[in-house]
């Protein structure tokens, strides 16, 4: 069994920064990619960042240059440094990855529960 958990969320200004954690644990045997995503009530769920087992990022245009993605490998933990925070980055943030499980040789996805972020004027 594998699992995804986040926490860090909870009600900031705007202006202000939370850091998001996103722990995996279970039968693993390697995580490739690790990707955050946001959902807003009542809207779609929207990608948010992506970072690769190699380590390279990439981010959607809203949160570029505010939100820095990372990864710390030995920990099996991907974390998202949010700063510079808006209203509109209200939303439940999901942590999404992809593992491989121990004694199988292909990536399964996977979510997380969610953390809500509130960003108030």
């Known amino acids: 069994q594998v699992q995804l958990v986040e926490s860090g969320g909870g009600l900031v200004q705007a202006g202000g920064s939370l850091r998001l954690s996103c722990a995996a644990s279970?039968?693993?045997?390697?995580?490739?990619?690790l990707g955050w995503y946001r959902q807003a009530p009542g809207k779609q769920r929207e990608w948010v960042a992506i970072?690769?087992?190699?380590?390279?990022?990439n981010y959607a245009d809203s949160v570029k240059g505010r939100f820095t993605i990372s990864r710390d490998n030995a920990k099996n933990t991907m974390y998202l440094q949010m700063n510079s925070l808006k209203p509109e980055d209200t939303a439940v943030y999901y942590c999404?990855?992809?593992?491989?499980?121990?004694?199988?040789?292909?990536?399964?996805?996977?979510w997380g529960q969610g953390t809500q972020v509130t960003v108030s004027s």
């Open positions: 279970g039968s693993l045997f390697s995580i490739n990619a």
């Open positions: 999404n990855a992809d593992i491989i499980r121990r004694y199988t040789s292909r990536a399964d996805n996977y």
């Open positions: 970072i690769t087992s190699g380590g390279s990022t």
